[in-house]
Structure formats: structure tokens, C-alpha cells
């Protein structure tokens, strides 16, 4: 029987089977929005756009609401089709987004520093425990696989480790330097590790499929969010030190992996509509935050310039995924199967 024969509440039963984790990529690029126009608004009025602000808090309130209510649809699936969330966790691209669950809590604890740093607290707790078991049952898996393949491999792989680098952003301000030293290096080290890895796939393999094109903006996210939470770890910003070395390598690392990527869009632009376009999200978002960050410590007028371009790009951007995904949903084209 096909989906148009079916009942309504068949349908919507197929539907919910078809919720994919991925939806909770449009959490964490809201998330990283929120967070973007919040720390270009600055707070008190000290930022480097401060009509921003109002608007951080809204997007921010907004974006908890949305967590909510894809966590709700998620859990429901969970309960009504748990054979569909295990074929998931399986799966050798998908495996790779439960994580995003962990990033949220994470970039969330980041917003809230300058609001509640008891609220922060709370959500880094969680964010930073569900991490550890993420990179724990994860990494298990990619070691112990039977079924993966090179050409499985795509820059989403490094969504598992890049939630431990976000950890010290929040976690230095709440004081577990350790803690997040300790996230830090599990993170830093095993993203080399996998880009050298998304390097080989891509030179000496056939290309990365149309649905997860998207991905390639994630390649400049690891450096971005790296240099932002080596700068809280080496006190850089605290000091009024500057960046030093390692952390002008990661920046200016992640900006021309930005600029590379960039000059791949007339080839993004053609690719059909899939839930995978809200990977272009969060990595633009970590990469205006670091340029925030480098404006910050450098308070060069060529970091304000490129932060407030990097952040209109962004809110562009976000227009025309809200856009193009409210229209996919109106005509019924995802909660689909793959």
C-alpha cells in the first residue's frame, strides 16, 4: 500500500518513522545563530552591533522551544518505532548525528554565560555528560565496525568529537580547567586524525553524494570552535594576551577552509533540497564567533568588518533554510523514506 492510499493516521505513523536524527542539525544551527547575533550584539550594550541584542534573546528563547519540541517528535519515535531509531544508530552517516543532541546542550550553556551562569551550569553538565557517552559508544563503533566503508566517510564524522572542543567554552568560565583540557585534547587530536582521513576519501575516492554536499561546511568548523576554546583554555582573552601561535594557526586555518568552501557554492546551489543543507548552518555560525573572538583580542577593524559580513551571510542563510524547509514540509517532502 502506498502513502496515498493510506489512512491519516497511517500516514502520520509513517511520518514519524521517518523523523530523522537529523533534524536536530536545524536545532544546532539555530543554536549557533542565537549565539552568533547574541555575541555580535554584545551584552550591556558592548558589543560590536548592540541592537542585536533584543533579537539574541528572542532567537535564543525560540530556539530552546524548537529543541523541545524535535526532542518531543523524537522521543515519540523512539517509543512507537524503535527498530526505526536502532537502523539509525547503524547506519554508517546517520550514527554520526545523535551526537548534535550533546552540541546543543553545549552551544545553549555558551548562551547562557552572560544570562544565568546557573542555567549555563546545568546545561554544560548535561551537555559535556551526554558527550562523554557519545564519543564513548561512538568511537566503539567506528572501531569495531563490520560494515563501514571509505566511502562512507564524509566531513559529518567529525560531529562526534567536535562537541568535546565546545566543552571548555563554557566549562573554563565554570572552572573545570581539567575537564575541559581534557575534552579539548580528545577533540583537537581526533579531528586531525579525521581530517586527514576526509582528505584521502575525497582526493583518491569517487565524490561525496549530492545529500551530503552540505557536510564540506563542516570542515571549517573543528579549527573555528578549536581556536575559540584554546583562547579560553591559554587565558588569551582573560589577559588581554592576544592570540598567540597555535591559536593564529587554528583561526586562520579555519578561514581558508572558508574561503575554499566558498568557491564550491555554484556547485552546492544546484543540489536538490535535503535536511543536510542545515549543515551549512552551524559551521558559518562557529566561524562568525571566532571572528568575533579575534576582533576581540586584536581589535582590528579587519576582524569587526569580516565578523559583521560572516554574520549577514549567516542570517541569509538561515532565511533561505527556514524558507526552503517550511516549503518541503508544506508539500510533504521529508519525514519521507531515504
Same mark, same amino acid.
Given at each position: 500500500? +502506498?502513502?496515498k492510499?493510506?489512512?491519516?493516521?497511517?500516514e502520520?505513523?509513517?511520518?514519524?518513522? +521517518?523523523?530523522?536524527?537529523?533534524?536536530?542539525?536545524?536545532?544546532? #544551527?539555530m543554536?549557533g545563530f542565537?549565539?552568533?547575533?547574541?555575541?555580535?550584539?554584545?551584552? &550591556?550594550?558592548k558589543?560590536?552591533?548592540?541592537?542585536?541584542?533584543?533579537p539574541?534573546?528572542?532567537?535564543?528563547?525560540?530556539?530552546?522551544?524548537?529543541?523541545?519540541l524535535?526532542?518531543?517528535?523524537y522521543?515519540?519515535?523512539?517509543?512507537?518505532?524503535?527498530?526505526?531509531?536502532s537502523?539509525?544508530? +547503524?547506519?554508517?552517516?546517520?550514527?554520526?548525528?545523535?551526537?548534535?543532541?550533546?552540541?546543543?546542550?553545549?552551544?545553549?550553556?555558551?548562551?547562557?554565560?552572560d544570562?544565568?551562569?546557573?542555567?549555563?551550569?546545568?546545561l554544560?553538565? $548535561?551537555?559535556?555528560t551526554?558527550?562523554?557517552?557519545?564519543?564513548?559508544?561512538?568511537?566503539?563503533?567506528?572501531?569495531?565496525?563490520?560494515?563501514?566503508?571509505?566511502?562512507?566517510?564524509?566531513?559529518?564524522?567529525? $560531529?562526534? @568529537?567536535?562537541g568535546? $572542543? @565546545?566543552?571548555p567554552?563554557?566549562?573554563?568560565?565554570h572552572?573545570f580547567?581539567?575537564?575541559?583540557?581534557?575534552?579539548?585534547?580528545?577533540? =583537537?587530536?581526533?579531528?586531525?586524525?579525521?581530517?586527514?582521513?576526509?582528505?584521502?576519501?575525497?582526493?583518491?575516492?569517487?565524490?561525496?553524494? &549530492?545529500?551530503?554536499?552540505?557536510?564540506?561546511?563542516?570542515?571549517?568548523?573543528?579549527?573555528? @570552535?578549536?581556536? =575559540?576554546?584554546?583562547?579560553?583554555?591559554a #587565558?588569551?582573552?582573560?589577559?588581554?594576551?592576544?592570540?598567540?601561535?597555535?591559536?593564529?594557526i587554528?583561526?586562520?586555518?579555519?578561514?581558508?577552509m572558508?574561503i575554499?568552501?566558498?568557491?564550491?557554492?555554484? =556547485?552546492?546551489a544546484?543540489?536538490n533540497?535535503?535536511?543536510?543543507?542545515?549543515?551549512?548552518?552551524?559551521?558559518?555560525?562557529?566561524?562568525?564567533?571566532?571572528?568575533?573572538?579575534?576582533?576581540?583580542?586584536?581589535?582590528?577593524?579587519?576582524?569587526? +568588518?569580516?565578523?559583521?559580513?560572516?554574520?549577514?551571510?549567516?542570517?541569509?542563510?538561515?532565511?533561505?533554510?527556514?524558507?526552503?524547509?517550511?516549503k518541503?514540509i508544506?508539500?510533504?517532502? =521529508?519525514c519521507v523514506?531515504d
Amino acid at each position: 500500500m +502506498n502513502a496515498k492510499a493510506m489512512s491519516p493516521a497511517g500516514e502520520s505513523s509513517l511520518r514519524l518513522r +521517518n523523523f530523522h536524527i537529523t533534524f536536530f542539525a536545524i536545532v544546532l #544551527g539555530m543554536a549557533g545563530f542565537s549565539l552568533a547575533v547574541q555575541k555580535v550584539g554584545g551584552h &550591556d550594550g558592548k558589543g560590536i552591533f548592540p541592537v542585536l541584542e533584543v533579537p539574541a534573546t528572542m532567537l535564543v528563547y525560540c530556539t530552546i522551544g524548537l529543541f523541545i519540541l524535535v526532542s518531543l517528535v523524537y522521543l515519540a519515535k523512539a517509543v512507537k518505532h524503535p527498530d526505526a531509531v536502532s537502523k539509525e544508530f +547503524n547506519h554508517p552517516v546517520k550514527v554520526n548525528f545523535f551526537p548534535l543532541i550533546a552540541k546543543v546542550f553545549l552551544v545553549l550553556s555558551v548562551a547562557y554565560l552572560d544570562r544565568d551562569m546557573q542555567v549555563s551550569l546545568y546545561l554544560w553538565s $548535561i551537555g559535556t555528560t551526554l558527550q562523554f557517552v557519545a564519543s564513548i559508544v561512538i568511537i566503539s563503533v567506528w572501531i569495531r565496525h563490520t560494515h563501514f566503508k571509505i566511502e562512507h566517510m564524509t566531513p559529518g564524522w567529525f $560531529i562526534p @568529537i567536535v562537541g568535546s $572542543i @565546545i566543552v571548555p567554552i563554557a566549562g573554563v568560565p565554570h572552572g573545570f580547567i581539567e575537564v575541559s583540557w581534557f575534552f579539548f585534547s580528545v577533540g =583537537i587530536v581526533f579531528w586531525m586524525a579525521l581530517f586527514t582521513i576526509v582528505l584521502y576519501r575525497m582526493m583518491f575516492y569517487s565524490p561525496i553524494p &549530492d545529500r551530503l554536499l552540505p557536510t564540506l561546511f563542516i570542515l571549517f568548523a573543528p579549527p573555528a @570552535i578549536g581556536f =575559540i576554546a584554546y583562547a579560553k583554555l591559554a #587565558g588569551l582573552m582573560a589577559h588581554g594576551a592576544g592570540p598567540d601561535a597555535f591559536a593564529r594557526i587554528l583561526y586562520y586555518f579555519s578561514l581558508f577552509m572558508f574561503i575554499l568552501i566558498l568557491f564550491k557554492v555554484q =556547485i552546492l546551489a544546484k543540489i536538490n533540497f535535503y535536511l543536510s543543507w542545515w549543515a551549512y548552518s552551524f559551521p558559518l555560525a562557529a566561524k562568525t564567533l571566532a571572528t568575533v573572538v579575534m576582533f576581540h583580542m586584536t581589535a582590528d577593524v579587519l576582524f569587526k +568588518n569580516l565578523a559583521l559580513f560572516e554574520l549577514g551571510l549567516l542570517m541569509v542563510l538561515i532565511l533561505i533554510l527556514v524558507a526552503v524547509t517550511l516549503k518541503a514540509i508544506i508539500k510533504a517532502e =521529508i519525514c519521507v523514506e531515504d
